[in-house]
């Protein structure tokens, strides 16, 4: 069997997650190319976040490409430097001759992409009534259910879905015993969700302000964290990575990408 060549790996993920969704502010594609002409891709590591702890770990497996949802360059660069952080991981990478590959806000948007996962996680194998995206970028979705749930029902599924043992949760005084329609948005969802009607928002995280206005209006407001809503679909892109490939590509997930926050 013959690894896939750079150019077909990245062809896949542009598949996945095409980046003329992407949001205009967003920088997404490839990142890093230590290359001037890449070779052969037989290992893929796939992480949220890029940091030192797993650039090593790419290192080590001897990865040849790591897939960031978060962009690890975002704003322009004025200076490279071993700081602890993202520009040590992007060093130790190139260094390394691994390419960094980022999707973020294309694959929230995409058809089958993180917002359509959010939704499913919300429905919990019932059928929606009607699902469609939101946002100016249409990066988030509201789900209308056939029937209401129990608000302690949604609560239930946030917690599996994400993986989770708490939430933050703000609602209305007078909020019903049951929601019908949903609005969900990855990672820090304001200014997705805002201005959207629906019984309740669930996002990773909300500005004070953003939840305030929320449950003013008469929307409850369901927090689990900003990367641990988006963490779990880096199985679903594990899977839509290998398949194409037909086992000639080993694809794996960060054991040390984690989110920042504990609860104690």
Not at 84 to 90: D, N, S, Y
Not at 146 to 162: E, G, V, W, Y
Not at 185 to 199: E, K, N, Q
């Amino acid at each position: 069997m013959t690894a896939p060549s750079f150019a077909e790996v990245v062809d896949i993920l542009h598949e996945i997650a095409p980046l003329e969704l992407a949001a205009d502010s967003d920088n997404v594609g490839v990142l890093l190319q230590p290359r001037a002409k890449p070779g052969r891709v037989q290992r893929v590591l796939l992480t949220i976040d890029l940091t030192p702890a797993v650039a090593a770990e790419a290192i080590a497996a001897r990865a040849d490409l790591v897939v960031a949802y978060h962009p690890p360059i975002f704003r322009p660069l004025k200076r490279i430097a071993v700081d602890g952080g993202v520009q040590e991981a992007l060093l130790r990478l190139a260094g390394a001759g691994i390419a960094v590959h980022s999707p973020h806000t294309a694959l929230d948007a995409a058809p089958s992409g993180l917002g359509d996962w959010l939704a499913e996680r919300m429905l919990g194998g019932t059928v929606p009534k009607e699902l469609r995206p939101c946002g100016d970028g249409e990066f988030g979705r509201v789900v209308e259910m056939a029937q209401a749930i129990p608000f302690a029902t949604l609560l239930q599924r946030c917690k599996r879905a994400f993986g989770v043992r708490s939430l933050q949760v703000a609602r209305p005084a007078r909020a019903p015993g049951k929601v019908r329609t949903i609005a969900v948005a990855a990672g820090s969802g304001g200014s997705i969700l805002r201005g959207v009607r629906a019984d309740v928002w669930v996002t990773g995280e909300l500005s004070h302000h953003d939840a305030l206005a929320a449950v003013a209006a008469g929307t409850a407001v369901v927090l689990a964290g900003h990367s641990n809503t988006e963490r779990g679909f880096l199985k679903v892109l594990q899977r839509r990575l290998r398949e194409p490939f037909a086992g000639e590509l080993d694809v794996r997930i960060a054991r040390t990408d984690r989110d920042p926050f504990t609860t104690v």
